[in-house]
């Protein structure tokens, strides 16, 4: 038979590094011009179908019939995880309500065999209150996997922190008032971002006029929210004395006699 040259040996390589099939001579004591035939047989099915073996053949047939051949078997593996190039940057809010859930929106892999990389997220929390000294803090973090189960992550956290206070309004209170009326106070609203029912309290500071009638009240209202966050307002009425006394019972003139 034909003697066979250049025959590659066994090889084991990662699934984006298939080599070319080799160039096999061949050569014959009596047949000057022998070309080997070449043939592959793919068994590919491991990893969605791109890792497995690769069977060449070379085939050298002298004129005669004679014949001779050779095999390579070439394993293909898929050791390498996917590539993340872009993971979603870190953000801030002041609720938790605002926090978007969570998305692999974003998120940006590849992988050397697998065309088609999955992508999940998973999110975790320190359980904090999102009140400033005690954050609320979410964490993402995404996993990039090929069909081999080989996979790569990357993270990034997510911070809540209230630190804004609530917005408060004082309507305008009536003054000044004449006494004997007592100074009336309409009630304070307030809204908060974060904090559906901000708690709204007040306090009374009551001044002293020129005289015991006259005076002045201020009220402060104050709106506080969830994470204590505060803020406040104030009304003040003055009570005055502008009415003079009215006199009743006051005698009629008279003439009378000297004595």
């Known amino acids: 038979p ?40 793919s068994n590919l099915n491991g990893c969605g179908g791109y890792t497995g073996t690769i069977t060449r053949k070379w085939v050298a047939t002298d004129d005669c019939g004679n014949k ?26 002041q609720c938790a309500s605002q926090v978007p859930p ?12 697998d065309a088609t990389v ?16 005690n954050p609320l803090i979410y964490t993402d973090t995404y996993t990039a996997s090929d ?4 996979s790569s992550t ?5 911070t809540v922190i209230d630190n ?16 004997p009326n007592a100074p009336v106070f309409p009630p304070a609203t307030a809204t908060d971002a974060c904090d559906a029912t901000p708690t709204v309290t007040f306090s009374d500071v009551t001044t002293p006029g020129a005289c015991p ?7 402060t209202w104050t709106a506080s929210d969830d994470c204590g966050n505060s803020a406040s307002c104030s009304q003040t009425v003055v009570v005055q004395d502008n009415t003079k006394p009215v006199l009743s019972g006051c005698p009629a003139n008279t003439t009378v006699e000297c004595g």
């Open 118 to 133: 999955t992508i999940t997220v998973a999110r975790t929390s320190n359980g904090g209150t999102g009140c400033a000294g």
């Open 68 to 93: 001779d051949s050779c095999l390579q078997t070439i394993t293909v593996i898929d050791n390498t995880a996917p590539v993340i190039s872009s993971c979603p940057g870190n953000l801030s809010f």
């Open 213 to 219: 009638q006259e005076y002045s009240v201020t009220r």
């Open 102 to 113: 969570p998305s692999t929106a974003g998120v940006v892999a590849t992988d050397n065999c």
């Open 147 to 150: 069909d081999c189960g080989n």
């Open 154 to 158: 990357c993270s990034r956290t997510i």
């Open 164 to 179: 804004t206070a609530p917005v408060i309004s004082c309507p305008v209170a009536a003054s000044p008032i004449e006494c």
């Open 2 to 41: 034909p003697v066979l040259a250049v025959v590659p040996a066994d090889v084991t390589v990662d699934c984006n590094a298939i080599p070319a099939p080799a160039t096999v001579t061949a050569s014959d004591a009596c047949d000057a011009s022998v070309t080997p035939v070449f043939s592959e047989t």
